[in-house]
């Protein structure tokens, strides 16, 4: 907690620190460690604290300067992009997206070209497989900021991945002539997502997209295949978490190995006095839970799944007990050691405060006593009825651990969630998993049809579940963020229930319902994005786009994060405002008199923008002309949005506006500086 702790507030800096200070906190932390010795038990206690917090904060900015690398300057000219393909990424709103590791970008020199660019293929282009050489035409930028003020940073994340560079393809990728060799790493890279990307062709087709693009997104975590509706069905069911590999299905591929292998070495009599049957079990479960890794892509919930999964088979081997808090705080220790910035994501959250929670629960779970010749019929209804109860009791408490992180970072809640995880559950774990386990090993040997149909045929089944939950009256809930404040409160509230034994345990309950309980910010009256090329206002209960089809991701963050729900309809957005190809103006009906202009390059018709800012308090213009005599009281311009990024605009009662800035938040950091901040 203490080095979590100390490498959060590493990421809460406004200014980055030098790295010199890094090192001195590290011989401070030694220093104190040193010194704990020669104390007594609490003050030891209280310097090993500090000296972890030191350690959290230097790890993190070690971090920084490992993965520094260049980003990508602001533009919209077309580069010529060559470079080999590292991965296909999962597809955005845009399309499908490629991971390209660049050769050469535009007119750029080799230092300052960035390591890593994804790029969005235009509808229809083909995917090339990883590893090849590829050339197009495409404009890239920097990754992009905040969606808006206090939102996540998804460009922080982009910089911990060596992404500086996204963009669009304006031309259809081309086998390109490559100028020598990749290095060694990014050939091994290739090769290891160019198996990846087989075999998850091969699963589409022999299931077809409507199924094998799930079963390959949970077998060699390549989503390019999964249907839209599917996404947004799992999402609603409360589901979505078994698209990406993480814990579960670690710990199904590891279980079931490590149980199957020690089953096996039960039933040989010779072979079970000879070794240790549980310990040569979690030696093979290990090195599954590893295969499936370097099978997965091993993205950042896969890694942490796999560091928890290896500690606890690493217990076993060490004949200690697997599953204990003790061995999930050296997963967490392993994990926040290994890439410091997960406390900022989270997924990292979400997944250590459930298995906290799911640890918790094993240890105050009561262990019936087992009769002695009890007829099967009975025993078979006993344990039927225990392991229903004790699946309610796993969903509804990982459910309850991990709901105000969904509620403060994606700012909904799925209804019938657990009862569809309670539907889903042994699906996944007794028929789906297994059998893509089974399919993935005797693929080299063309006999994993079998096993995949069979996979097939229980994806069948969690679609018709997540189809029928996603469809249900009051399917999702929208709740908006609360303040900043309440999602560190409620994470230690819920580490302190789980930590603690007895009744001082429930000390940490206030807490722990933070996010919940405390009142929520008032919703602004308009939001600008970054760019200034799309404008929201609030109406009632809901967001209004002036652009539907422009910035919709960002849009649609924005309204769910203050509790709106999204209305990317044109006939309601021309009820309240007089919009066409280039600008918007208030009719007399709009909830805000707020006028915008999106047009960089194509003059507006003669008049047309003094009749925005006559009509209007707010003008919100994309370029930088600011008309003299503009009747608006506050002018916003493509300038402002540079400086600060995208704007959240509250109105006073008096009249007055105010405007909050999503730069000032972030500060000068190195995942920040490609903003103007003059």
Not at 209 to 215: I, N, V
Not at 518 to 547: I, N, Q
Not at 645 to 653: D, F, I, K, V
Request: aromatic fraction near 8%; hydrophobic fraction near 50%; proline fraction near 9%.
């Amino acid at each position: 907690m203490a080095f979590g702790a100390g490498s959060g507030i590493y990421f809460i800096l406004l200014r980055e620190p030098q790295a010199w200070v890094a090192w001195l906190m590290l011989a401070v932390a030694g220093l104190l460690l040193a010194g704990a010795r020669r104390t007594s038990a609490p003050v030891a206690a209280s310097l090993a604290l500090i000296a972890c917090g030191l350690a959290g904060f230097s790890a993190a900015k070690i971090r920084i300067e490992r993965v520094k690398a260049p980003v990508a300057a602001e533009t919209a000219a077309p580069q010529r992009l060559e470079g080999w393909v590292l991965d296909v990424a999962s597809p955005g709103q845009g399309g499908q997206r490629l991971l390209i590791a660049p050769y050469r970008l535009g007119e750029l020199v080799p230092e300052a070209t960035p390591i890593r660019v994804r790029v969005t293929l235009r509808g229809g282009a083909p995917i090339p497989a990883p590893g090849d050489a590829v050339s197009l035409t495409a404009v890239i930028n920097a990754p992009p900021p905040p969606a808006s003020p206090g939102a996540y940073d998804f460009a922080r994340d982009a910089f911990f991945d060596s992404v500086g560079g996204v963009g669009f393809a304006l031309s259809p990728p081309r086998p390109w002539s490559a100028h020598g060799e990749p290095p060694w790493r990014l050939r091994m890279a290739m090769k290891i997502n160019r198996l990846r990307w087989t075999m998850t062709e091969r699963i589409v087709g022999i299931l077809g997209p409507e199924t094998g693009g799930l079963a390959a997104a949970m077998t060699t975590g390549q989503s390019a295949y999964i249907p839209q509706r599917q996404v947004d069905n799992l999402r609603a069911s409360g589901l979505a978490h078994i698209i990406s590999i993480s814990g579960v299905h670690m710990a199904i591929v590891g279980g079931f190995t490590f149980a199957g292998l020690r089953l096996l070495i039960a039933a040989w009599p010779w072979l079970a006095l000879r070794i240790n049957g549980k310990k040569a079990a979690a030696a093979v479960g290990l090195a599954a839970v590893l295969a499936y890794l370097v099978l997965s892509g091993a993205p950042p919930p896969a890694v942490r799944a796999a560091v928890t999964a290896s500690i606890a088979f690493c217990a076993v081997l060490a004949d200690r007990q697997a599953i204990s808090l003790h061995s999930l705080a050296v997963a967490a220790f392993v994990v926040l050691l290994l890439q410091p910035e997960a406390v900022t994501q989270p997924g990292f959250q979400m997944s250590f405060a459930a298995t906290a929670a799911l640890v918790a629960l094993a240890g105050v779970w009561p262990r019936p006593v087992k009769e002695i010749n009890t007829p099967w019929p009975i025993r078979l209804v006993q344990g039927a009825g225990t392991w229903i109860l004790a699946g309610a009791a796993i969903s509804l408490v990982a459910g309850l651990a991990t709901a105000p992180f969904a509620i403060q970072h994606f700012n909904r809640v799925s209804t019938w969630g657990l009862i569809s995880n309670l539907l889903v559950e042994p699906i996944s774990s007794l028929l789906m998993m297994p059998a893509l386990a089974v399919g993935a090993v005797l693929m080299p040997f063309g006999l994993e049809v079998g096993p995949l149909r069979l996979a097939g045929f229980a994806i069948g089944l969690i679609n018709r579940i997540a189809e029928a939950a996603a469809n249900a009256p009051y399917a999702q809930v929208i709740i908006a963020s609360g303040p900043a404040w309440t999602l560190p409160a409620t994470f230690l509230g819920l580490l302190w229930i789980c930590l603690c034994r007895g009744p001082l345990r429930w000390l940490g309950l206030p807490l722990a319902l933070a996010v919940s309980l405390v009142p929520k910010p008032a919703a602004p009256d308009a939001w600008v994005s970054a760019d200034g090329a799309a404008v929201a206002v609030r109406a009632g209960r809901e967001a209004l786009l002036f652009r539907p089809d422009v910035k919709l991701f960002g849009a649609e963050l924005w309204s769910r994060r203050r509790g709106l729900a999204p209305v990317a309809s044109q006939p309601a957005r021309d009820a309240a405002y007089d919009c066409d190809r280039q600008s918007c103006a208030p009719r007399p009906s709009a909830p805000v008199r707020l006028a915008a202009t999106w047009n960089l390059k194509r003059p507006l018709p003669p008049g047309r923008l003094n009749a925005l800012c006559s009509a209007a308090e707010v003008a919100v213009l994309r370029n930088d002309v600011r008309p003299e005599g503009c009747a608006a009281p506050l002018v916003l311009t493509g300038a402002d949005f540079r400086r600060g990024g995208s704007a959240e605009l509250y109105r006073a009662p008096d009249g007055r506006w105010r405007v909050v800035w999503a730069q000032p938040s972030r500060g000068r950091r190195p995942w920040t500086w490609g903003l103007d901040l003059r």
